[in-house]
Structure formats: structure tokens, C-alpha cells
T-cell receptor, first 115, second 111 residues
Framework: DAGITQSPRHKVTETGTPVTLRCHQT?????MYWYRQDPGHGLRLIHY???????DKGEVSDGYSVSRSKTEDFLLTLESATSSQTSVYFC??????????????FGSGTRLTVV | KQEVTQIPAALSVPEGENLVLNCSFT??????LQWFRQDPGKGLTSLLL?????REQTSGRLNASLDKSSGRSTLYIAASQPGDSATYLC??????????FGTGTRLKVLA
């Protein structure tokens, strides 16, 4: 597989607590992404990173923050978890963004339940 | 705004049939298009990546075509097998570093 791992794989947390999900890659790819997948909504982009310390918002970024202090790690933090953030979270990586460019490679996902 | 649509949402076929999954997108200005497979409770596995300059890509029993001018892509699966049962997603890269995903076609191949 493409050297991308997510942790934890499953997590149950209480409303109001902070939660951090980790994405780790060994491909030295520049671009990293966090998506959430929900029934009826498909995959929606939360945040993405185009380099160390360079991040930007996606379409559903409210309530989430990210950090990328090293090329290989991209962290997603739910500042104060809510039940609406119960979802499956996927990390993806992509190589250099040249004109045509590379596709995505996905991690196995983190299933988060907020109770 | 780029939108990606996949029809049908679900499909059930007998084993051995050749089948076509459809993906349409509203803006033809894309860099590439990628087809993925997702098994229940699992992550997404890349099947085929078609660059904007290409018309098709093939991998084993899978063939994906791209017609940018009409905003369409098809995924052709030959001689379907029960192991092909999964959800198939297409995604387009509209000139940024972010893909836009369709909501998928859920395929069931009956033995």
C-alpha cells in the first residue's frame, strides 16, 4: 500500500472534548487532505495542506483545525466535539501539483463517534 | 461551481455481465479524473487515473474513458464477478489541488 496511515482507527468521545486525528505518510508527498464521509453527502473536504505549515480551508471547515509541522504528519483537531461531527474521516495524499499531476491515495479512515 | 453526478446510484447485475458506470461533470476544465472503489467500512482504493490529455485508461477488466467536451466519463467492467461488488466513486480535479467527488454508484454482482 501507499504508505499512508491514520490513527486511531476508531474513537468514541464525549461531546465537548477535544479530539485529534493523525495522518502519517511515508511518500514525501507535498499535498495532504482531510475529508469526512457521511451518508447522503459523500466525501467533503475539511482542510488541506500544500506544504509544511501551509494549510487552507475546505468546504466544511467550521469546528475543525489542522496543523502540519512536518511533511509526513497532518493532524486534524476537533476543538470541542459535537454529535454532528460523528463521521468517518479520511486522509488523502497527492504528489506535486504540476499541470496534470497525480491522483489521490487514501488512508483507511477513522471512524469517530461523538456521544 | 463544479458538480459531479453518478448515475445510477445503485445497480444490481448477474455475474458475468459487462457493465458501464457513468460519471458526469459540469465544467470541462479539469486536469484529471480518478475512479475509486470503496468496500463497506473500508477506505477508497484508486482504480484508474485519466489525465485531461488522455481518452481512456485500462487496468485488467476495467476500462475508463474520458470525454472532456461533453463532461462525461464511463467505467466499463468486463465479465463482472461477485468480488466486484462495492461502491464506485469518480472524482475530478478542476484545476486546483482538490478533487470534487460524486456520490457513487453502489454495485452488487449476484452469483
Amino acid at each position: 500500500d501507499a504508505g499512508i496511515t491514520q490513527s486511531p482507527r476508531h474513537k468514541v468521545t464525549e461531546t465537548g472534548t477535544p479530539v485529534t486525528l493523525r495522518c502519517h505518510q511515508t511518500e514525501n508527498h507535498r499535498y495532504m487532505y482531510w475529508y469526512r464521509q457521511d451518508p447522503g453527502h459523500g466525501l467533503r473536504l475539511i482542510h488541506y495542506s500544500y506544504g509544511v505549515k501551509d494549510t487552507d480551508k475546505g468546504e466544511v471547515s467550521d469546528g475543525y483545525s489542522v496543523s502540519r509541522s512536518k511533511t509526513e504528519d497532518f493532524l486534524l483537531t476537533l476543538e470541542s466535539a459535537t454529535s454532528s461531527q460523528t463521521s468517518v474521516y479520511f486522509c488523502a495524499i497527492s504528489g506535486a501539483g504540476d499541470r496534470e499531476g497525480y491522483g489521490y491515495t487514501f488512508g483507511s479512515g477513522t471512524r469517530l463517534t461523538v456521544v | 461551481k463544479q458538480e459531479v453526478t453518478q448515475i445510477p446510484a445503485a445497480l444490481s447485475v448477474p455475474e458475468g455481465e459487462n457493465l458501464v458506470l457513468n460519471c458526469s461533470f459540469t465544467d470541462s476544465a479539469i486536469y484529471n479524473l480518478q475512479w475509486f472503489r470503496q468496500d463497506p467500512g473500508k477506505g477508497l482504493t484508486s482504480l484508474l487515473l485519466i489525465q485531461s490529455s488522455q481518452r481512456e485508461q485500462t487496468s485488467g477488466r476495467l476500462n475508463a474513458s474520458l470525454d472532456k467536451s461533453s463532461g462525461r466519463s464511463t467505467l466499463y467492467i468486463a465479465a463482472s464477478q461477485p468480488g466486484d461488488s462495492a461502491t464506485y466513486l469518480c472524482a475530478v480535479r478542476p484545476g486546483t489541488y482538490k478533487y470534487i467527488f460524486g456520490t457513487g454508484t453502489r454495485l452488487k454482482v449476484l452469483a
